[in-house]
């Protein structure tokens, strides 16, 4: 693997997505939260809540990750890993649980992403906190890799976090293509900037979008429309 040694251009290009990925996220949600944190109201879970919390301690972790290693401060790098383990455990934990509350509000989607009965955009939720987790343990496993630790760690917060808020942004949510168009973009940045860079592919990318995969919206919708999925979901939603 000595062609992604790191390089100069490597942090600044890891730094930048990090950036990407908070703004994109915490924009997106901004167009729908406030309002519906200020509404508040017996409708709302709390467990909505600690998630908006919990999801945003990891993105500025993750932003505060990519700068540490961008000054060479590896050492303090890897002590926060710790919190960045217990922090996405959390996180599953939390995202599984809200996933199912707002099912049982009976919430089918959001405007371009939405199924046709809330046991589809349950599965939606619980696929996409499975990926950003499977996809950080990964990275917690090969953590000693560097190349495949920041690639496994992109791409967990890229292909599990960032699509929801997509959906959300203005002039983007509600048109379903410009929302595949979108993610697409951004699970591709970090193999595009491979090929350009080392002219190959760096195996965690390959691994981590057939993992990512799981969480588009059309297979979602077809695995959801089986009757497996709703005794599943009938059971997770008594």
Known sequence: MRDFA?????????SI???????????????????????????IP????????????????????????GRGRVDLHRRIGVVGMVLATLMLIVGAATAIAVARLGHRGIPGVE????????????????????????GWYFRRSSPTHKRLMLMATVGGLMPPGIARLPLVSGHTPVIGATVMAFLLAGPAYDLVTRKRLHAAYG????????????????????????RIASWLLQ
């Open 6 to 14: 790191t390089r100069p251009g490597d942090h600044r290009f890891f």
């Open 115 to 138: 199924f046709p009965d809330a046991a589809g955009f349950l599965l939606l939720n619980l696929e996409s906190i499975v990926v950003f987790f499977a996809l950080v343990l990964a």
């Open 17 to 43: 997505m990090s950036i990407l990925a908070a703004a994109v996220v915490v924009t997106g949600f901004s167009q729908t939260y406030p309002a519906m944190a200020l509404r508040g109201g017996p409708g």
């Open 46 to 69: 709390a467990i909505v809540h600690v998630h908006a919390a919990i999801f945003t301690c990891w993105l500025a972790l993750f932003v505060a990750q990519t700068t540490l290693i």
């Open 207 to 230: 691994w981590s979008l057939l993992v990512a995969i799981l969480a588009i919206p059309p297979l979602v919708g077809q695995v959801s429309a089986t009757e497996t999925w709703h």
